[in-house]
Each structure stands twice: as C-alpha cells, then as structure tokens.
C-alpha cells in the first residue's frame, strides 16, 4: 500500500497539472484567440445596434359571460338561440369584420418607410407631413412608390414624377383619397421629406390591412376569471398602442351591433307570434258568432 502511495505521488509531482497543459497547448494561439473574442464582441454589438426592436402591447378587459344567465336560457328555449360563451366572444375578437373595422378606425391602409444605410423604420402620423384618408376604403388598391413632397409641402410627389395636390378629393392611382396636412410645426425639410430617395409608401387595401392587425394580435383567457388578456406585437409601441385601441373600439361596435340585432329578431319574433295568436283569436271569435247564429243561442246575463 506505501509503495503505490508512493508511485501516485511521484507521478503527481513529474506529471503536469491541468494548467500546465492548457498553456502548452494554447498559449500559442492566444492572438487567435483574443482576435475572435474581439471580433465576437464588436459582432454582438452591431447585432443589437441594428436588430429591429419588438415592443409588445398589452390590454386586460373583462367580457361579460351571458351563456347560463336566466335570460339566456329563456332565449335559448324560446328562440332557439343566446349569447355565447366567452370562447365564443373571442373568436369574434380575433373575427375579420373586428380587424376590418379597425383597421378603418386607425386607418392602417398605408405606412411610409425609411430606408436607411443598414436598416429601415416606419413613421408615425405623429412626426408626417400628410395623411391619407380613403374615402372607399372597401375598394382600395394597393401599391408601393417612392414617396416625398414639394418645397411648399403642397403637393405629394411618387416616384419623382406623379404629382397630387394636398387638400381636395383626388385620384391617387385608382384611389378616391384626401390627402391632408397635418403637423404644421414639423420640419419636413429637415426630416428629410423633401427627397424621395429613401422614402417610400405602400397602400394597403381592407384585407391586407386586416391580415396585419390580424397577424400581431392575440387574446388569452383567464381561466379563474372573465378576464382576457390582449397583445399586440410589433417594432413601433406608439403604433401598436393606436392598432389594440382600435381593435377594442371595433369589439365594442361589433358588439354592440350584434346585440341590437338579436333585439331586433326578438321584437319581429314577438311581433309575428302576437299576429299568429290574433289571427287564432279572431277565427275562435268567429267560429263562436257562427255557431250562435246557426243554433239561435242568446246569452242571457244574471
């Protein structure tokens, strides 16, 4: 036991240790290596300096479960129909009238983008010269052009030919539209307005308008609750806050005009039983006049 006892420690002492070896083997190469953790470093860092940003927008509303209420079982019995669960509400919520209507609210049929040397942005209505309002907005056309305006910000100029005027209906390539000045303090100048070189805009029509609200929404319920959670995913929080405000503002239009139909069927159901049940009235009534008259009853009062 002492002579292997002794040899161990022999070969620890004549052996190398752990670090030894790894500075025989690599310290060598250790401008290779100081070169890739440089070039590592300044990789990440225009990574992040150039990565598009996502912001994701939230909302929490409560929506009102009607399915077991007293009035909707009555409904149910009745007419055969009542509100539905909330799961029902939601696929509503996420519906393509839903994002057709606010896509109208917010008017996201349009966006300017800035092309910039590595990257590229969408503007905000906030920091435009103009907006566009489409005064057809189920029959839009869409397309994309180079974009800017004239000095005095009186017309709007595509590709660097097509000119329209600011102000009054126009035709903007198939488009009944008002193009519209707004934020007259801006410096369209120096924002860069005034070249049309890196600016571009694309039209959208309603569906593919929708299909953007559509496809950076979503909603989760709330299993304990009525409560659903709404998001919106997107690389401009300002924009994103306008498209969920919009989609909660077109919910509660939806919402509510759905409800006023459903009145409405109940009142022309009610009416048209009311009418039903008369008209059996009027023919007992009858049967009851003929029936005294052929048989010559006279009804005698006490």
């Not at 005095?152 to 102000?167: A, D, K, S, Y």
């Amino acid at each position: 036991m002492s002579d292997f006892n002794s040899e161990f420690e022999d070969q620890n002492i004549a052996g190398p240790n752990i670090m030894q070896i790894i500075l025989r083997d690599y310290l060598p190469y250790w401008p290779v290596i100081l070169a890739a953790a440089i070039i590592g470093y300044l990789s990440g860092k225009v990574y992040l300096r150039y990565q598009r940003p996502v912001y994701s927008v939230s909302a929490a509303v409560l929506l009102k479960n009607d399915a077991e209420s007293t009035d909707n079982l009555v409904k149910q019995a009745v007419l055969g129909q009542g509100s539905t669960k909330i799961e029902d509400q939601l696929e509503v919520l996420k519906g393509s009238k839903v994002m057709a209507k606010a896509a109208e609210l917010c008017n996201a049929f349009y966006e300017i983008k800035w092309q910039g040397q590595f990257n590229y942005y969408f503007d905000h209505k906030r920091f435009q010269p103009v907006d566009f309002v489409f005064l057809n907005t189920d029959s839009i056309k869409g397309f994309t052009a180079k974009f800017n305006v004239n000095e005095n910000c009186t017309e709007v100029i595509l590709n660097g030919m097509e000119r329209f005027p600011i102000g009054r209906v126009i035709d903007f390539k198939g488009n009944r539209v008002i193009i519209r000045r707004i934020n007259p303090e801006l410096n369209y100048k120096k924002a860069g307005y005034n070249s049309f070189d890196k600016i571009s805009l694309t039209v959208f029509d309603k569906e593919s308008a929708a299909e953007r609200l559509s496809s950076s929404f979503n909603a989760e319920t709330n299993k304990k609750n009525s409560q659903v959670t709404l998001s919106l995913n997107t690389d401009m929080e300002v924009r994103g806050r306008d498209w969920l405000d919009a989609i909660i503002e077109a919910y509660q239009l939806e919402s509510q005009a759905d409800k006023r139909k459903k009145a409405q069927f109940t009142m022309d159901f009610i009416d048209s039983r009311l009418a039903y049940v008369g008209q059996d009235l009027d023919s007992v009534e009858r049967r009851l006049e003929d029936f005294k008259s052929q048989n010559d009853v006279q009804l005698v009062s006490a």
